[in-house]
């Protein structure tokens, strides 16, 4: 499931209610009175796509404004503290997790121009404010840090801007929307500064506390294949939905899915497989069922192609492992 740091969500709820989103359009579920560190990412977008519908345009370059270091926990903390510009965009790419585990980042460096491009699928409208926040947000940091006003080289988004010019002024640099990618560039040289308090041991301390973190979020994230198991195991008699029909469930596309599944080493097909693999053997062991039903039971149409499978999985046919119960 997607979630997001609750200050962001927090920051986002305050900005809508001050500009006059009224409490029945939120309606009870949004509360600020929050004591989790992390929302759903729906909540999130829920309140992005009230905005959109009833508040000025370009909300989320009003949320990126007002964002700060603050508003980022421990990687915030490191922002302040890091060496030079150029950290903010590292910093960002290997700990984005802390912040949101919708999407990716890429960085690509070289002599002359430094390329932040963030991934993120658009599964719902509210997510292209996701994107338009973090790019704003980001030159606020890189500016509050280094305490001079940085302009990247241009921005570009791959969703249609009504108001690019508003962007632009903000940038001070062109915008581009429709564009093939997400992507904010700078010229190497105006990031290859020394931040205001650059502090290498409280950096390095601060790095040390966000690697333990990404740990814990790791360890929880673990929770995704769970969810997955038990839509599969429920689904199993009835037909096996596909990759993007258990996105759908979840919250989050085919795509972003198959991502997660891959930072894990894992495919859908192996997910599939090794539920119906335990579903048999649990139904063979436990159940006097006949083998045909327990093929149709694990998603299989016939009962020949779940004996071919069964005896890849183990070695042995239903039959034969049945026998040696």
């Known amino acids: 499931m997607p979630f997001v740091s609750s200050s962001i969500y927090k920051k986002a709820l305050q900005l809508a209610i001050r500009e006059g989103l009224s409490t029945e359009l939120l309606g009870e579920n949004h509360t600020l009175n929050l004591t989790d560190a992390y929302v759903p990412m729906t909540s999130l977008l829920d309140v ?19 964002l700060n270091s603050n508003d980022y926990g421990t990687l915030g903390l490191s922002w302040k503290t890091c060496l030079e510009a150029i950290d903010v965009l590292r910093n960002v790419k290997r700990y984005m997790v802390l912040v949101t585990n919708d999407g990716s980042i890429s960085l690509s460096e070289n002599a002359s121009t430094i390329t932040l491009t963030l991934d993120r699928d658009v599964y719902r409208k509210g997510v292209k404010t996701t994107i338009e926040v973090p790019f704003v947000m980001l030159l606020e940091v890189i500016n509050e840090v280094t305490g001079k006003k940085i302009i990247p080289l241009e921005v570009c988004f791959k969703h249609s801007i009504s108001m690019v010019e508003d962007f632009a002024e903000y940038f001070g640099c062109p915008v581009h ?9 700078f010229d190497a040289k105006s990031l290859n500064i020394t931040t205001l308090k650059a502090d290498r041991f409280i950096h390095d301390f601060i790095t040390q506390r966000m690697e333990e973190e990404k740990k814990k979020l790791s360890e929880k994230g673990d929770e995704l294949t769970e969810e997955i198991n038990k839509i599969l195991k429920e689904s199993m008699a009835s037909g096996i939905p596909i990759l993007a029909q258990i996105g759908g469930y979840l919250g989050i596309s085919g795509r972003t899915l198959k991502r997660r599944l891959s930072e894990r080493n894992l ?24 083998i045909g039903e327990i093929a149709f039971l694990t998603g299989f149409s016939e009962q020949s192609a779940f004996n071919r499978a069964f005896k890849k999985w183990t ?9 040696t119960l």
């Open 48 to 66: 992005y796509e009230l905005a959109e519908d009833h508040l000025a345009p370009n909300f989320g370059l009003r949320q990126g404004k007002q």
């Open 267 to 290: 495919t859908f097909r192996d997910l599939v497989q090794k539920n119906r693999e335990e579903t048999a053997i649990q139904l063979l062991s436990q159940t006097s069922q006949s």
């Open 315 to 323: 070695g042995q046919t239903p039959n034969d492992y049945r026998k």
């Open 177 to 185: 929307s429709n564009s093939k990618e997400n992507a904010i560039t």
